[in-house]
């Protein structure tokens, strides 16, 4: 799975020194392309960044605003969910039914949707005026 593919291979360049655990996000957008990033963390422990919000933000500086198809890998026992923080980014630009694989380096994978994952989301349609 190529998506998954490129999930794993960006997160070996996750920068995750306080952590120690390396996180890699791979976003397919509605052209076919893949975009990849990683969690990059920071001395001031809340301006590090998840790995989700690095490829949604490489696939915007690509010039692309839709997702497709979203993976995660993490080398963790079970497959690690996004933040609560990233799935309000993830529901930025996917839709609801849009695919995410959740994957572990020791090759557990489970599958859900943007929409499962944060229902009720707050969206730009609430600030329409009626
Ligand atoms: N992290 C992500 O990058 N994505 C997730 O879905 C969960 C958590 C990162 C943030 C932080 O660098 C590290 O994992 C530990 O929370």
């Not at 960006?10 to 990683?38: D, I, L, Q, T």
């Not at 960044?49 to 500086?61: F, L, N, P």
Request: hydrophobic content about 45%; overall charge negative.
């Amino acid at each position: 799975m190529p998506l998954l593919d490129a999930a794993r291979d960006v997160r070996e360049n996750a920068y995750a020194p306080y952590s120690r655990f390396k996180v890699g996000a791979a976003v397919r957008a509605a052209s076919g392309r893949v975009f990849a990033g990683c969690n990059v963390e920071n001395a001031a422990y809340p301006e590090g960044t998840c790995a989700e919000a690095g490829a949604i933000a490489a696939m915007v500086a690509a010039g692309e605003t839709v997702l497709t198809e979203v993976c995660v890998i993490a080398d963790s026992p079970e497959p690690v969910p996004p933040c609560g923080g990233c799935r309000q980014k993830l529901a930025e630009f996917g839709g609801p039914d849009v695919p995410v694989t959740l994957a572990t380096i020791g090759g557990v994978v489970a599958k859900t949707t943007i929409g499962a994952l944060l229902p009720g989301s707050f969206s730009a349609a609430h600030m329409e005026k009626t």
